[in-house]
């Protein structure tokens, strides 16, 4: 995209508040995930969401995105933060660096993925944690106490939505990811987003369980993707007089032909994240999924891509270490430890890893059909006279109505699992 454009310009000096207080003048697209929502849903599309949990990934993903004119979502979730060496301090300086070494032009947002809220602790913590996260440059937020029951989740959900800032991108969640056969309701879904509409909280996306999983789908073990777009469908039609559309969460794994739908099913944001890791470690993959492949109970690592061979077997060393099985979804925490030696491996090998990265962006991007939906964003922001890019809703039903009486769901969930 033309930096230099009309409405490009015009984008920049309508950014959020927070984007504008750190890069001025700067011509870094950086913009809140309502525009990019509002776009794609205009445009019958998906953003792609791509978790960080290494710095290259980010580059890989502007890199895809500025060649093919799309709109995308660099994110984290909070757990993320606490196992990998990208995080919610450094993202904004990486995506401004390699935006700026693109030579600028992509849209783009920073969405602060699963912010998983467990109790009142969490709750009051939050409040400092998101000022921090916001004041560094993000611009979209996603609340997921989905593992509480469901009047505690409307109301933990609703305390930090009415409390976050209306123009930023909001992403809230009902019901856990589980896997195959774990599905929230459209009762629940209903209560839920009803619920916070009563309060005057407008969420963007609607994560829910819909038979996915977050990690790898592994077949040795008879796991594989199941995700239930029928209920997707019935869910997403219930919710869309709310302005709100679904995420699709635990998407590393699935056929393309079956991702290409999605968007038919009512979601129009795609959360892909341990593919991406994939990449970066160079494991063997599914061509068609970009599901790790495992071998003899063991990830298999490719000479030619990811990491170099040296620095994996550093890597599962040091796994091995921790008493981690060599199929472990622990191996995610290798992304701490190791962040930046990945960094600093040879010249080839980084550009191999951001060209590969790139490379599963474009297959996302074009599947998901937000290929040229740059330009939407621009119109979606010209059409306000300022920054404030807070929707337009009406409230639907009373608050009486979303009482702890009225919950379609009264048990206390399990743990559960919030990266991706």
Known sequence: MDTGSKGYKAMLDRRPLN???????????LVSGRDIATAVKDAGAIVLAGNARNA??????????????????IELAKSECGYCGATYDNIPDYAMKYS????????????ADHYAIKGADDLRKAVGHLTAILANGFTSVAIDASHLDDYANLSATRDLGTWLPSPLGLEVEVGEIKGAGELTTVEE?????????SWGVFPDYLAVSNGSLHGTYDASA??????????????????????VSIAQHGISGTPFDKVSKFSKYGVNKGNVATLFQNVVFGIKMDPGTGNAVTEGGSYIKESDRGVSDELWREMVAYADGKGW???????????LPFHDKILAEPGHIVGRIVDEAADWGRRFIKAFGSEGASERVLE????????????????RSPRIKYGPDQAPNKLKRGAGNFDD
């Open 222 to 243: 008879g796991v594989s993707e199941g995700i239930d777009l029928n209920r997707t469908k019935e869910i997403a039609d219930a919710i869309a007089p709310y302005g």
């Open 189 to 197: 879904a209903l209560y839920f987003i009803g619920g916070l509409n």
């Open 380 to 395: 979606v922001v010209s059409r306000r006279p300022d920054h404030n890019a807070s929707p337009e809703r009406v409230i």
């Open 100 to 111: 700026a070494e693109l030579g600028h032009g992509i849209v783009f947002a920073l969405h």
């Open 56 to 73: 290259l990934v980010i580059k890989g993903l502007l890199k895809a995105a500025k060649e093919l004119d799309s709109p995308v979502l």
């Open 325 to 335: 099985s060599r199929k472990s979804g622990d191996y995610k925490r290798l992304n």
């Open 19 to 29: 984007v504008q207080a750190l890069y001025g003048a700067l011509p870094l697209g």
